[in-house]
């Protein structure tokens, strides 16, 4: 599977973005999928996942009650929608695809996306 994210820019605090990750090949709906990010000078960290159906979602705490992640199985894509960004948020964001939902299940990775909050 193929994986390519978009919808990153520049938003100042308190502010919405929403990501989209679009996966080619017929077997989207098979994986679970995930979000990742990294800020400079910081290790790749989870974000959020979502299983293949989309009936379960996990989030990281920094996250958690902001951020939502949803998937169109029709489409074969992805979505992070990140609302009440802070600056700390700021990072390149990575969509994953793999067998299991969660921080250690992604085999597949897409190029990223930045996403940069002013404060």
């Known amino acids: 599977v193929q994986l390519q994210a978009s919808g990153g820019g520049l938003v100042q605090a308190g502010g919405s973005l929403r990501l989209s990750c679009a996966a080619s090949?017929?077997?989207?709906?098979?994986?679970?999928m995930g979000w990742f990010r990294q800020a400079p000078g910081k290790e790749r960290e989870f974000v959020a996942a979502?299983?293949?159906?989309?009936?379960?979602?996990y989030y990281a705490d920094s996250v958690k009650g902001r951020f939502t992640i949803s998937r169109d199985n029709a489409k074969n894509t992805v979505y992070l929608q990140m609302n009440s960004l802070k600056p700390e948020d700021t990072a390149v964001y990575y969509c994953?695809?793999?067998?299991?939902?969660?921080?250690?299940?992604?085999?597949?990775w897409g190029k990223g996306t930045q996403v940069t909050v002013s404060s």
């Open positions: 979502i299983s293949w159906s989309g009936g379960s979602t």
């Open positions: 994953a695809a793999g067998v299991v939902a969660g921080p250690d299940g992604m085999d597949y």
């Open positions: 090949g017929r077997t989207f709906s098979s994986y679970a």
